[in-house]
């Protein structure tokens, strides 16, 4: 039993512990957009599948031998793959520079690839481990339970994604955690080989394959089975697909609803997975755990508090967010598993029954990843999913029992039309929303909406931006009004601060007061209105939908063309374009602001040691870093700090309240002179400008290795900011170093 156990638990710890591991290689090169792990979900659920298929062929078609020694075959490949890798890139699971995305079209297929490659054939292996073991087990030894190896499994694979973002990712950087991982593997390939000893030794080499290798696949699911033995109809096997499928959308809806708004990353890819699992353990674990009415109570009540969390938007506070959508993921992921548990065949179907829950899961990823952005232009998939959790539920209350009083009838059809209600009530909000939206676009990198806003008032009648459930800036209707400063971009904010003390530095020592600016992040261009006749301004922006909107498509902004400075659009991530332009030599820009926020979330790829290295290599002698850091649930404000003193920056922290045109906003600006910050321009400022230095060590640095966004989650960031007992003001220095 010892040997079987190691296998199972280490195997299923390895298949979910790297699969946060994969997304963070991927996500740097595609934006940081939450589709990331979105589409690495559907890779993973599409190789299990194959994995469950072969397990399911190999168990029920060959002799106890012939499995042992093609799968210790495939387990020497999977294991001369990793080692090749290791030896060519010099990590074995770490993607060449060549899976670097050269443009932004087909990106999911890209990205499927670059995981295919890298690491598929030993995600494959691992993936075959669960089911074909346990028959392994079975056969070698008929006398014992295998029951415990299911559970250790699930074990495996929750320490595996609770252990992650909490115990792994703050403190281990990428390439150890890939190394470990390889050692893991090699470790299972060592209890893997002890198993099959076993098998040869003890069973028969001309035993057959089993008359019923369903058998061999019900650990899987210990619970008591169906009686029924007849074949399942295709309306029942249907049946199967849909449910499993309803639960998988849940599953992806939910967590690209929680990534957009905070940040892509480990830390909130998991919670909803390890949801998702233990709503899969309970229901499969024995037909008691699950009860309708309790279930689509708690339902009902889910549902309300995501309806509430949805009309509050990113205001609310991200542990409630969290709460709300992890409850409802849990009711209605166990409502789909649990009416699924109860619907499963005889134990002579069972291995087909699981092929089947894994066409769901498949189906349910293609349908998020690739037909969800087809059809829809904003993420429907999310209150539809939970509506059809209702309706799943419903369907199960309105199974009359055999004996009924007339006071549990009027329960339960009270109960069933709250679901009714609850089920319409959040899709009808979602589309009361859009009655202000004049256009709607999504793609990989997001959802983006134009709404038309305050139309009774001539004066304040603009279209905005919204990327989310935030909006990234707006332009007034008005003809005299289209160019004034608006949102994040004011004269008074920390981008309109450094443009103005530039200005007012060069212009006091003789010198032309043109600007190179470069801007990360393009939204509705309104930064465009505080650049000035002979600035050079250059905007990076990775979705092609903002480049068309900024640019004027559809007549709803104009900033860019109405500027009167020169600028240029380059499409790709920032960060990989900078890259490739240092190639060339440095860009010198006098202002670089940094502002790549997709909805509240931002990617921290943008806000690591190295892509703040990179900025410094384009500034000018006296250039200026600005970075946004305005944000709902992160403190930034730490990590900005520790970047200006590993550099040697001076730094200042810009706060502007909302007011007018200005909505509330925070920039950290870093220079390598410690006099700008004292300039007039920013004495004669509205906003609170507070020039920052960092006590003692950083207590952490984000890098490229080591990064979480769990270290910078505070209550009530941007709050604390002044109240942080390791920031402190800086001391006054004599005097500017130019009038």
Known sequence: MVRYALAIFTSAFLLFGVQPLAGRYALPWYGGTPAVWTVCMLFFQAVLLGGYAYAHAVASRLRPRAQAFLHLGLLVVALGALAARASWTGSPLAPGDGWRPVDEHLPVLRLMGMLAVTLGLPFFVLSTTGPLLQSWFARARPERSPYVLYALSNAGSLLALLGYPFLVEPWVGRSAQAWGWAAGFILFVVFVLACARDLLRRAPAANAPSANPAEEVRMEAPGDASTASARPSVGRTLTWLALSTCASVLLLATTNKLSQDVAAGPFLWVMPLAVYLVTFILAFSRESFYARTPYSVGLIASVVL???????????????????????????????????????????????????????????????????????????????????????????????????????????????????????????????????????????????????????????????????????????????????????????????????????????????????????????????????????????????????????????????????????????????????????????????????????????????????????????????????????????????????????????????????????????????????????????????????????????????????????LRPRAQGRAAADPNVTDAPAVAGPSAP
């Open 306 to 712: 995501v309806t509430y969390a949805h009309k509050e938007g990113p205001a609310m506070g991200l542990g409630w967010q969290v709460l709300f959508h992890a409850s409802a993921l849990f009711t209605g992921a166990m409502v789909c598993h649990g009416e699924l548990y109860r619907r499963r065949p005889a134990p002579r179907y069972l291995s087909a029954f699981y092929l089947w829950v894994s066409v769901g899961g498949v189906l349910g990823g293609v349908f998020v990843n690739l037909v969800a952005p087809a059809l829809f232009n904003t993420y429907w998939e999310h209150p539809l999913a939970l509506a059809a959790c209702c309706g799943v539920a419903f369907a199960g209350l309105m199974r009359r029992p055999k004996e009924e009083t007339v006071v549990a009838r009027t329960q339960r059809l009270l109960r069933g039309a709250m679901l009714v209600g609850v089920a319409v009530h959040l899709p009808v909000l979602v589309a009361t929303d859009l009655e202000r939206v004049r256009f709607a676009a999504r793609n990989f990198f997001g959802v983006v909406r134009v709404l038309e806003l305050s139309q009774n008032d001539p004066q304040q009648h603009q279209y905005a931006l919204r990327h989310g459930a935030i909006t990234h800036g707006w332009q007034y209707i008005r003809p005299e009004r289209r160019n004034i400063p608006t949102a994040y971009y004011t004269t008074d904010s920390g981008l309109g601060l450094a443009l103005a003390e530039q200005r007012r530095w060069r212009q006091a020592l003789g010198l032309p007061t043109g600007l190179r600016v470069g801007m990360l992040g393009l939204g509705v261009g309104n930064s465009a209105t505080l650049m000035a006749a002979g600035d050079d301004v250059r905007f990076y922006e990775i979705n092609p939908v903002i480049i068309d909107l900024a640019r004027g498509q559809g007549g709803f902004f104009s900033t860019l063309t109405d500027t009167p400075a020169h600028v240029e659009v380059v499409e790709g991530d920032a960060r990989i374009s900078l890259e490739k332009e240092l190639e060339h030599g440095s860009r010198q820009f006098d202002v670089l602001a940094l502002d790549v926020f997709s909805s509240d979330a931002i990617p921290v790829h943008l806000l690591t040691k190295e892509a703040v290295t990179l900025y410094l290599q384009h500034l000018a002698p006296h250039g200026v870093l600005a970075l946004h850091i305005s944000n709902q649930h992160l403190d930034l404000v730490p990590i900005s700090l520790a970047h200006a003193r590993a550099n040697g920056l001076s730094a200042a922290l810009v706060a502007l309240d909302s007011e007018g045109d200005a909505v509330s906003s925070a920039w950290m600006l870093l220079s390598p002179d410690k006099e700008f910050f004292w300039g007039s321009t920013f004495r004669q400022s509205r906003a609170r400008v507070r020039r920052l230095v960092l006590r003692g060590e950083p207590e952490y640095v984000w890098t490229d290795e080591r990064s979480s966004v769990l270290q910078a």
